[in-house]
């Protein structure tokens, strides 16, 4: 049986972006937190990685303002996605930026023969990432079990902001600030998250097809479903008082353990822009 405290971590762990204003917290507990990071699992164990801490007042109001100005940007050029004013950020007790070293990148596969080239290019990137990933998410796991709480920031990954941030925090312009974790005291209880059923997402000895999500259920929740499930203190959909309104026809494929009665697997299709307009991409619709 795994340990109980490590469940309660796992599922404690919560993106709350409302911090209480004028705590602090000290530097030895900022630094536990970072060395989860340095214990994270890295590809051919590189450790791409440098994380910086930002706990001055006067740096984090700086890197606030990048933030900002970044969730402007989306508001204005990324119609649709639900983008959150980081003005929260000001209330943080620190911010740590995990920047990603791509030199690193020389010690994962890479093609000797022109045909490999996308076999082994996009999965060197993908190690990269992967790897950053897993730091960020244990940072974030070491940020909960000091009783305090964060989110992930993925816009100092975007290249106007992490030209400002390398700027301001003086790292070479050609590392990138991948995850940016904001601490603080949280202001809000946010117990649960939405999170599929096990029943869902476990497939036993192969892939069960009854269990695929169909392309028209992924437009959905990208449309409309998605807004809700991000941000609402409830894991199950089933006990959302508006469940009829806002799951209509699409109920039982999100609650029940079939999403996909018929058992048909559908071909590729263009996955690289959102495919309908609905609640959450009205903004789109309407400019
Ligand atoms: C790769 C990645 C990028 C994310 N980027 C952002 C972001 O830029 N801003 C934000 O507020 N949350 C961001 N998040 C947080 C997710 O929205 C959040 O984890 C998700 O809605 C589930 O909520 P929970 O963390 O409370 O379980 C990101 C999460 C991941 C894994």
Known sequence: MASK????????????RKFEAGRDVDRAALS???DCGRWAPSGANAQCWDFIVVDDPQMRDAVTAVFQRQAQRLVDHAKGFP???????????AIIIVLGDPRWKVCFPQPTTADMDAEYLDNNEAIFLCSLGAAIQNIQ????????????????????TNRELSKLLGYPDWMKAYGTIPIGFPAA????????????????NGYQAEQYRTHEQVDFY?????????????????????????LGEWDAAFTSANSNPGGNLQPKADFSAPRTSGQATKRRQKD
Do not use: C
């Open 5 to 16: 405290l490590f469940q309660d971590i796992i599922r404690q762990r919560r993106s709350v």
């Open 141 to 160: 796991l070491g940020v909960t079990a000091e009783g305090l709480t964060s989110a992930w920031l993925s816009g100092g990954g975007e290249d106007l």
């Open 83 to 93: 983008a959150v004013k980081k003005t929260y950020l000001a209330n943080t007790v």
């Open 189 to 204: 209880s946010q117990n649960r998250r939405y999170h599929r059923p096990l029943e869902q997402s476990l497939h036993w």
């Open 32 to 34: 536990r937190i970072v």
């Open 222 to 246: 990208e449309s409309t479903l998605r807004p809700f499930a991000m941000y609402r203190d409830e894991e199950l959909l089933e006990t959302w008082e508006d469940r009829e309104d806002k």
